[in-house]
């Protein structure tokens, strides 16, 4: 038998986090959240942290509800902060709007900003932690990651395929697999992101530009990053053009040409050597990079994969079969029986028009 009150509280944290990806792409490197105040089941007030610095969800939400939030229940999709950073504790502005209860989505695991339930409850509000968890983890998923301590940026590999597993199919001509919402997710994905990185055959065959164009622009453009063991990456190409403007990062080998390092050097592009993946996202950690997103090809997607770097999977899913000679993304991977395989978790899924978006847990980042 289902609980009515628990259906209450998963609708208005719904809102919450419906409000919460109001910010994405503008608040990093704090995370998302939204917030809901309901008084006698009606909706009193509302609001989302916009802007890096500007005043978190909760406050957004009072100043709309006024007096209206005493005695209300607030719906966040974040623990409230309780610490004092670029703005006060949001558990004191709940404290003085007279707030009776708190419902969060999910506890910050961040030691600084931590503690706000405990505040609220020794205060005597009523709070409830873990409404719609799962939901929430996946929103905020890289700064949860970073908030307990993650030495190395929290990766997410982004795949398009068909319904066969092919990136490209038997002619290699790279193309659109997906249709245009599906795009249009990818570029949000890039604008949540710190850095976007694909392999040097994917620089080499694409020339990309790697940039957000077909989303809002994101508070700071992503850095750009190619896994380059030999520094082939062409002096003419897009990104070695554009590094002064926005920041290029190529991960080369100890054995990389001087001469190509020094080539890239002088135009802009910042150089991290590395031997293996734990160096090169130790690398990208250091330069500030907290949410890798890998974007292609198969030779990278393979490789990351077998290293076990990545925490999320993301699929996009065409509704095309491309048949014999297919390229899969990880066929470079040793074989495995089908009874001994891991399953991956299915965090996320949703429908783009006729494609299909799924979201996997393989790390547990």
Excluded at 251 to 275: I, S, Y
Aim: hydrophobic letters at 50%; charged letters at 20%; aromatic letters at 4%.
């Amino acid at each position: 038998m289902s609980d009515p009150s628990r259906a209450i509280d998963e609708r208005w944290m719904r809102r919450a986090l419906a409000l919460a990806e109001r910010g994405a792409g503008q608040v990093a490197p704090n995370p998302k959240v939204g917030a809901v105040l309901v008084r006698d089941g009606v909706l009193v007030g509302e609001g989302w942290h916009a802007q890096y610095g500007a005043p978190h969800a909760e406050v957004m939400a009072l100043r709309l509800a006024g007096e209206a939030a005493r005695g209300a229940t607030a719906y966040v999709s974040l623990e409230p902060c309780n610490h004092h950073g670029k703005t006060p504790p949001c558990t004191e502005a709940l404290l003085e709007a007279g707030v009776a209860r708190v419902v969060c989505a999910v506890r910050d695991p961040n030691p600084v900003a931590a503690g706000g339930l405990e505040r609220l409850r020794a205060a005597g509000v009523a709070v409830l932690a873990g409404v719609l968890q799962d939901e929430a983890e996946v929103a905020n998923a890289p700064f949860l990651y970073a908030a307990r301590g993650a030495a190395r940026p929290f990766v997410t590999l982004k795949l398009a395929l068909s319904i066969d597993g092919g990136l490209v199919d038997a002619s290699r001509r790279r193309g659109w697999l997906t249709g245009s919402e599906s795009q249009r997710a990818v570029h949000a994905l890039r604008a949540e992101a710190d850095a976007v990185g694909v392999g040097i055959g994917t620089a080499l065959a694409d020339d990309p530009a790697l940039t957000v164009r077909l989303a809002p622009a994101p508070r700071l453009a992503p850095s750009r990053i190619v896994f380059d063991r030999q520094a082939r990456l062409p002096l003419d190409s897009q990104l070695v053009r554009t590094a002064r403007d926005t920041p290029v990062v190529v991960v080369v080998a100890p054995g990389a040409a001087m001469e190509r390092r020094v080539a890239l050097a002088d135009r802009g592009v910042d150089l991290v050597e590395a031997v293996d993946w734990a160096g090169a996202l130790g690398g990208l950690r250091a330069r500030g990079i907290r949410h890798l997103l890998l974007e292609g090809g198969a030779g990278l997607a393979a490789a990351a994969m077998g290293a076990e770097t990545i925490d999320h999977l993301i699929t996009f899913q065409a509704p095309v079969i491309l048949g014999r000679d297919l390229l899969p993304p990880f066929g470079a991977l040793p074989s495995r029986p089908a009874a001994g395989a891991p399953r991956l978790r299915v965090r996320a899924r949703r429908a783009l028009g006729g494609d299909l978006m799924t979201v996997y847990e393989v790390r547990g980042g």
